[in-house]
């Protein structure tokens, strides 16, 4: 029978936005469309994905009064289309002059792009401009309202073809002074929304460079496009697609290349080499695969689901193509795709046609040893792994299976009626330093010996299958935690869709008590998530469990807006057991001495969705931080996994600073626990960065990429501990925050004991719970 016991703690969730949370910028592309001009849009759309093939963002069309044909014309070039129509009556009481007619009235409806509230950069472009290179530059840009200024009128004055604007001017207080200027016609009457803006801003404004509004008319007398232009703008009453005008032959040659039907247009942009945008090779190739049957636009297709977990999709898309048998690597993306919804068979028939082909045998064969490894057959997944490596000695997912699978199980010491069954990730050796700790420190919320004797390891990855139940239901209890299991990507499968390979008839086949503790919802914003057999699994493993504790409020809300109201009760707050590692650690002491150094840890485990189009921004905040902190301690860089190290790479090749590297995926538990307990302060992005240095009672300062750093630091009160790595000013705000947290270190170190000793407060009420539900 199933015991629940009710929460103990009445502490208020937080806001779980993940972009108020991480600061994420939200970034868009705006321009005003009408009938008239929508051949140039639509060659607008193609030239901005075939010249920047990398780039996706919202597009917000503004618009009057399109038709629907047009708006599914333009759908067709775009993925991520905003409609929104223009408050076309507020430009009516504008003074406009003697050209009152909707051309002129038309002219002002751009002005809506600064009442967008949803974005913090938004992007303006003409309907009569093509683009012609890269944009990375105007999406990286920060601060103020940034134009071309004017060929004929110079500096003073911008052309508003292009704007960048941010967050400061898509405000209420802005459009207020573009209204007060439109209404009183103080402003050059024959330059309409030009004119308004240059009156606002009288010349305050970012200069940007002549080639991201490079005007048709300094091209006179039909000379060529510079090859450096980025925006080739057809300003003038004559446009390419009405005819054009004599002496631009070459510009609208340019223009003319963007003049493609659909299938000429889909077919340019997947040709196009690497670094193309996973939801625009989705949105052109599956209407290319429909019409033509490519098998190997299929193939990036299905790999562009794979790459966002959208994992059934590419199988769908794969299936419905005739695949050569000996074109492998298509067979092997379908292997891949078909292992992760736990179709294993079908996936294993695939990767062996893959793996006769010299080209693909190495990840094919490391598939396989996956596979076979899942389903606790390590004989054969080390076969596999070996027939992989003899291909390529270097593939790292080849040795990393090999050792997994070459792995000599720990003896089992005890009585299977003294043991708890444990669900964890299981680190390997140079694996995730946070993940690597973490078991032992669940374990040690239970009890004090944390070893075969009174545990029964489960690895949360390996399918939960009949031999697995019974071992369990032999047991006297089931812990499952903690960390972030309830993540998509990380070993997906689909029989629960998070971490815990558990078919839902076994789950619901476990006779003992279930306690679910310290576990974390880790998605990231904008992650896929297959939300239906999430949604199942999770409400079942809720329905089963005695105690189900999640580490922090933002995790609580989120996984309660996903179960039905009668469940929400039994979700309750557990920390993450590594926050309070001073109180779980026996015969812990706390350093007499600490170390003079400050421990800088950065992640680049899905880069995209950590800084976007920051990180160029992030790393130069971060180099001028390293110089100042420098003056207040030695700072290294600890590095939890392999790729942790990249940061101290770029700082070196981007702003020729050298940073100490601590190898700290090599070290043991103790060395980890070690190394947090006696350095000043530690800087941390990885979530553990920052909750174990705290546990062993260090200050800390989280880069903040991911929301569960905040909710974290919102749960112990101390919001101000996290920068975000999107912030304008990030380095004079670490430093600033270093400088206040060390300039009384005792004072700090305090503090944390005491935001400590309330978690503590939690975890001791929840064990008192979780001793009636074990026994024990």
């Given at each position: 029978?199933?015991?629940?016991?009710?929460?103990?703690?009445?502490?208020?969730?937080?806001?779980?936005?993940?972009?108020?949370?991480?600061?994420?910028?939200?970034?868009?592309?705006?321009?005003?469309?009408?009938?008239?001009?929508?051949?140039?849009?639509?060659?607008?759309?193609?030239?901005?994905?075939?010249?920047?093939?990398?780039?996706?963002?919202?597009?917000?069309?503004?618009?009057?009064?399109?038709?629907?044909?047009?708006?599914?014309?333009?759908?067709?070039?775009?993925?991520?289309?905003?409609?929104?129509?223009?408050?076309?009556?507020?430009?009516?009481?504008?003074?406009?002059?003697?050209?009152?007619?909707?051309?002129?009235?038309?002219?002002?409806?751009?002005?809506?792009?600064?009442?967008?509230?949803?974005?913090?950069?938004?992007?303006?472009?003409?309907?009569?401009?093509?683009?012609?290179?890269?944009?990375?530059?105007?999406?990286?840009?920060?601060?103020?309202?940034?134009?071309?200024?004017?060929?004929?009128?110079?500096?003073?004055?911008?052309?508003?073809?292009?704007?960048?604007?941010?967050?400061?001017?898509?405000?209420?207080?802005?459009?207020?002074?573009?209204?007060?200027?439109?209404?009183?016609?103080?402003?050059?009457?024959?330059?309409?929304?030009?004119?308004?803006?240059?009156?606002?801003?009288?010349?305050?404004?970012?200069?940007?460079?002549?080639?991201?509004?490079?005007?048709?008319?300094?091209?006179?007398?039909?000379?060529?496009?510079?090859?450096?232009?980025?925006?080739?703008?057809?300003?003038?009453?004559?446009?390419?697609?009405?005819?054009?005008?004599?002496?631009?032959?070459?510009?609208?040659?340019?223009?003319?290349?963007?003049?493609?039907?659909?299938?000429?247009?889909?077919?340019?942009?997947l040709a196009l080499p690497g670094g193309l945008h996973q939801d625009l090779v989705v949105h052109y190739g599956t209407a290319h695969v429909?019409?033509?049957?490519?098998?190997?636009?299929?193939?990036?297709?299905?790999?562009?689901?794979?790459?966002?977990?959208?994992?059934?999709?590419?199988?769908?898309?794969?299936?419905?193509?005739?695949?050569?048998?000996?074109?492998?690597?298509?067979?092997?993306?379908?292997?891949?795709?078909?292992?992760?919804?736990?179709?294993?068979?079908?996936?294993?028939?695939?990767?062996?046609?893959?793996?006769?082909?010299?080209?693909?045998?190495?990840?094919?064969?490391?598939?396989?040893?996956?596979?076979?490894?899942?389903?606790?057959?390590?004989?054969?997944?080390?076969?596999?792994?070996?027939?992989?490596?003899?291909?390529?000695?270097?593939?790292?997912?080849?040795?990393?299976?090999?050792?997994?699978?070459?792995?000599?199980?720990?003896?089992?010491?005890?009585?299977?009626?003294?043991?708890?069954?444990?669900?964890?990730?299981?680190?390997?050796?140079?694996?995730?330093?946070?993940?690597?700790?973490?078991?032992?420190?669940?374990?040690?919320?239970?009890?004090?010996?944390?070893?075969?004797?009174?545990?029964?390891?489960?690895?949360?990855?390996?399918?939960?299958?009949?031999?697995?139940?019974?071992?369990?239901?032999?047991?006297?209890?089931?812990?499952?935690?903690?960390?972030?299991?309830?993540?998509?990507?990380?070993?997906?499968?689909?029989?629960?869709?998070?971490?815990?390979?558990?078919?839902?008839?076994?789950?619901?086949?476990?006779?003992?008590?279930?306690?679910?503790?310290?576990?974390?919802?880790?998605?990231?914003?904008?992650?896929?998530?297959?939300?239906?057999?999430?949604r199942e699994s999770l409400r079942l493993l809720v329905e089963r469990s005695s105690f189900f504790g999640l580490r922090n409020h933002g995790?609580?809300?989120?996984?309660?807006?996903?179960?039905?109201?009668?469940?929400?009760?039994?979700?309750?707050?557990?920390?993450?057991?590594?926050?309070?590692?001073?109180?779980?650690?026996?015969?812990?002491?706390?350093?007499?001495?600490?170390?003079?150094?400050?421990?800088?840890?950065?992640?680049?485990?899905?880069?995209?969705?950590?800084?976007?189009?920051?990180?160029?921004?992030?790393?130069?905040?971060?180099?001028?931080?390293?110089?100042?902190?420098?003056?207040?301690?030695?700072?290294?860089?600890?590095?939890?996994?392999?790729?942790?190290?990249?940061?101290?790479?770029?700082?070196?090749?981007?702003?020729?600073?050298?940073?100490?590297?601590?190898?700290?995926?090599?070290?043991?538990?103790?060395?980890?626990?070690?190394?947090?307990?006696?350095?000043?302060?530690?800087?941390?992005?990885?979530?553990?960065?920052?909750?174990?240095?705290?546990?062993?009672?260090?200050?800390?300062?989280?880069?903040?990429?991911?929301?569960?750093?905040?909710?974290?630091?919102?749960?112990?009160?101390?919001?101000?501990?996290?920068?975000?790595?999107?912030?304008?000013?990030?380095?004079?705000?670490?430093?600033?925050?270093?400088?206040?947290?060390?300039?009384?270190?005792?004072?700090?170190?305090?503090?944390?004991?005491?935001?400590?000793?309330?978690?503590?407060?939690?975890?001791?009420?929840?064990?008192?719970?979780?001793?009636?539900?074990?026994?024990?």
């Amino acid at each position: 029978m199933t015991t629940t016991l009710p929460d103990r703690s009445a502490t208020a969730a937080p806001a779980t936005d993940a972009h108020a949370l991480t600061g994420k910028r939200r970034i868009a592309f705006a321009a005003f469309v009408d009938e008239n001009y929508l051949p140039g849009f639509l060659a607008l759309l193609r030239s901005l994905a075939l010249s920047n093939p990398g780039v996706c963002e919202d597009f917000v069309v503004l618009h009057d009064d399109l038709k629907p044909g047009s708006i599914a014309k333009i759908r067709a070039l775009h993925p991520r289309i905003v409609l929104r129509r223009v408050d076309a009556d507020r430009y009516d009481t504008y003074k406009k002059g003697d050209q009152d007619n909707y051309l002129v009235r038309k002219a002002y409806f751009i002005l809506d792009v600064f009442r967008l509230r949803e974005y913090d950069t938004v992007i303006t472009l003409d309907t009569d401009m093509v683009v012609l290179g890269d944009l990375g530059e105007l999406l990286r840009l920060r601060e103020g309202l940034a134009a071309v200024p004017q060929f004929f009128y110079g500096q003073h004055k911008l052309n508003s073809g292009l704007l960048v604007i941010q967050r400061e001017y898509l405000s209420d207080e802005f459009c207020a002074r573009l209204d007060r200027c439109g209404r009183e016609g103080d402003y050059e009457l024959d330059k309409h929304d030009q004119g308004i803006l240059n009156s606002v801003l009288d010349g305050d404004f970012v200069r940007l460079d002549p080639r991201y509004n490079f005007v048709k008319r300094r091209l006179s007398g039909d000379l060529p496009v510079p090859e450096d232009t980025a925006i080739l703008h057809f300003t003038g009453r004559h446009k390419p697609w009405q005819g054009g005008e004599a002496g631009y032959g070459q510009a609208e040659d340019r223009w003319r290349e963007f003049e493609l039907s659909d299938a000429e247009f889909q077919a340019a942009y997947l040709a196009l080499p690497g670094g193309l945008h996973q939801d625009l090779v989705v949105h052109y190739g599956t209407a290319h695969v429909r019409r033509t049957g490519d098998v190997e636009t299929a193939r990036k297709v299905a790999a562009a689901h794979i790459a966002s977990g959208d994992y059934q999709d590419a199988v769908d898309i794969l299936s419905g193509v005739r695949i050569p048998v000996d074109d492998a690597w298509p067979h092997e993306v379908l292997g891949h795709a078909l292992m992760s919804v736990s179709r294993y068979e079908e996936a294993k028939a695939r990767l062996l046609l893959a793996a006769a082909a010299p080209n693909r045998a190495a990840t094919a064969y490391a598939r396989l040893a996956q596979i076979a490894w899942v389903h606790g057959e390590d004989t054969e997944a080390l076969r596999y792994a070996t027939a992989g490596i003899s291909v390529d000695p270097t593939h790292r997912a080849g040795r990393l299976w090999a050792q997994r699978a070459g792995a000599v199980p720990a003896q089992e010491q005890g009585s299977p009626e003294d043991q708890l069954a444990h669900v964890a990730f299981y680190m390997d050796r140079q694996g995730n330093a946070g993940d690597k700790l973490l078991p032992e420190s669940v374990r040690l919320a239970f009890d004090p010996d944390t070893t075969s004797r009174r545990w029964h390891p489960v690895h949360a990855h390996r399918l939960f299958d009949e031999s697995a139940l019974r071992r369990v239901n032999a047991r006297r209890g089931l812990v499952i935690g903690g960390g972030g299991l309830f993540i998509p990507d990380t070993m997906p499968n689909g029989n629960s869709a998070w971490q815990w390979n558990v078919p839902d008839d076994l789950l619901d086949r476990i006779d003992v008590p279930i306690a679910v503790y310290a576990v974390g919802f880790n998605a990231f914003d904008g992650q896929s998530y297959r939300a239906g057999r999430f949604r199942e699994s999770l409400r079942l493993l809720v329905e089963r469990s005695s105690f189900f504790g999640l580490r922090n409020h933002g995790s609580i809300e989120k996984v309660r807006g996903m179960l039905p109201a009668r469940l929400h009760d039994r979700v309750r707050f557990q920390p993450c057991p590594t926050t309070v590692t001073r109180q779980l650690v026996a015969g812990w002491q706390d350093p007499v001495r600490r170390d003079d150094t400050i421990l800088i840890n950065a992640a680049y485990d899905r880069a995209g969705l950590r800084f976007g189009h920051d990180y160029d921004h992030f790393l130069a905040q971060m180099a001028k931080a390293v110089r100042d902190l420098g003056e207040l301690a030695e700072v290294r860089c600890v590095a939890h996994s392999l790729d942790d190290e990249k940061m101290a790479f770029d700082l070196r090749r981007a702003h020729g600073i050298s940073l100490p590297v601590v190898p700290m995926y090599d070290f043991d538990n103790d060395a980890i626990r070690d190394l947090y307990a006696r350095t000043k302060l530690v800087i941390g992005m990885r979530g553990h960065a920052g909750m174990i240095p705290f546990g062993c009672g260090t200050p800390i300062i989280s880069l903040i990429s991911h929301p569960k750093m905040a909710y974290f630091l919102r749960d112990i009160e101390r919001p101000e501990w996290g920068v975000s790595v999107h912030e304008r000013h990030l380095a004079d705000l670490l430093v600033e925050r270093a400088k206040d947290l060390l300039a009384d270190h005792d004072r700090t170190v305090a503090d944390v004991h005491g935001r400590q000793r309330e978690l503590w407060k939690v975890t001791e009420a929840n064990a008192a719970d979780l001793r009636v539900i074990l026994g024990g």
